[in-house]
């Protein structure tokens, strides 16, 4: 069987802790599904990508804000965005603008709905102040806050896949299954 090359794409706006968390994701990646595909040199969103490609994959959705929205006209490689109830922020921002621009399909289930930005200070005495600065808005005028990004395909995990610790085989994995089937793949 012929293994997919698959493009790790990154934001450049991305700070070192989100950097930490790319390359903890692409790692797992590559520890579940190195059997069936090879991960090339990753790839800022907007830049180069080896035209041996078969398709770019975000391997978190991660970064600031989804500011580089002519970038994304760059990609040129089909791909599919993977979300669950557990992407938030940045991540629902990113594949919101994914979704609203029509770049490629979101499959999984309804993200978390976190779409503001939020700083923390610490205070004398033990306590602290959380302030809300400002609420992230899609091309369409549309906010995920409260309210996730719906995906283009309802697909959940299998039922059993918290008493398996999270760790699914790729043929168990529905999600990943239903981006195989939109890639042609």
């Excluded at 969103?45 to 035209?51: D, F, K, M, T």
């Excluded at 490689?77 to 991540?91: M, W």
């Excluded at 993200?111 to 600065?133: A, M, P």
């Excluded at 283009?152 to 008493?163: I, K, Q």
Aim: negative net charge.
């Amino acid at each position: 069987m012929k293994k997919a090359k698959l493009v790790p794409l990154y934001f450049a706006a991305a700070n070192e802790r989100e950097r930490g968390e790319f390359d903890e994701q692409l790692g797992r990646l590559k520890e579940f599904y190195g059997d069936v595909a090879e991960f090339m040199q990753p790839v800022c969103v907007g830049g180069a990508v080896p035209p041996d490609a078969d398709a770019a994959v975000f391997p978190q959705l991660i970064g600031a804000a989804f500011s580089e929205s002519e970038a994304l006209g760059k990609i040129n490689l089909p791909f599919v965005v993977l979300v669950n109830g557990y992407s938030a922020s940045a991540a629902e921002i990113a594949s919101g603008a994914i979704q609203v621009a029509g770049k490629a399909p979101i499959v999984g289930t309804t993200t978390y709905g976190k779409g503001v930005v939020q700083h923390y200070y610490e205070l004398d005495g033990g306590t602290s102040l959380k302030l809300t600065s400002s609420k992230y808005y899609l091309a369409n005028d549309e906010s995920p806050h409260g309210i996730g990004i719906k995906p283009d395909y309802e697909v959940s995990l299998p039922a059993d896949t918290a008493e398996k610790g999270g760790v699914i085989s790729q043929a168990e994995d529905t999600q990943l299954q239903k981006a195989l089937e939109l890639l042609g793949g």
